[in-house]
């Protein structure tokens, strides 16, 4: 049992030996490395994680980059859905996703900076594969913003029910998932 490290949080996480999971989520919804506390770090490991940590506080770097900020969804009478419990599952849903998978997939893309800066300038073939699936998910995270953010709108602002809504829910949902 370890005290949560995250600023003011006063829970206590217990971890579970053998889950082979370091990333632990405290009920203040911080995620954090059990062994290092640091923010959780998937896939660099601890000793990187210092040695970045290190390096860039000696030249003040702003490690912040990735954070995007969460805005309330207007839920204008005028936007009225025929099934109301498709609208909210769907508001859910996209709330789900801007809060929690668009931060984690720039949480851990912002590691692989780390990951990548640290890999021997030796392994070219291992640099090229690694810079080539950073590349895709630099990009693949891309798309979902685009998705998430701007083409959501055109529903939200939609006087009435457009039929093609669960296309774009459909295409939401596959940025999210591991392929």
């Known amino acids: ?42 896939p660099v490991d601890c000793v990187t994680v210092a040695k970045w940590i290190l390096k860039n506080s000696a030249e003040s770097e702003n490690m912040n980059w990735y954070f995007v900020p969460s805005r309330k969804i207007s839920t204008n009478p005028n936007n009225v859905f025929q099934n109301l419990q498709s609208r909210q599952k769907a508001l859910a849903d996209l709330h789900s996703m801007q809060n929690e998978k668009i931060v984690e997939c720039r949480r851990v893309l912002k590691w692989t900076y780390a990951y990548g800066y640290y890999l021997p300038e030796h392994e070219h073939a291992k640099r090229q594969f690694f810079e080539y699936l950073q590349g895709e998910a630099e990009s693949g995270l891309e798309r979902l913003h685009q998705c998430a953010e701007k083409e959501l709108q055109i529903y939200l602002d ?18 999210t998932r591991c392929h």
């Open 1 to 42: 049992i370890k005290w949560c490290p995250a600023p003011g949080c006063e829970f206590a996480v217990e971890f579970v030996i053998g889950s082979g999971n370091y990333d632990i989520c405290c009920s203040c919804s911080y995620n954090f490395c059990w062994n290092c506390t640091e923010e959780a770090h998937r």
């Open 158 to 175: 939609a006087e009435s029910p457009m039929k093609d809504f669960n296309d774009f829910r459909t295409k939401l949902a596959g940025l």
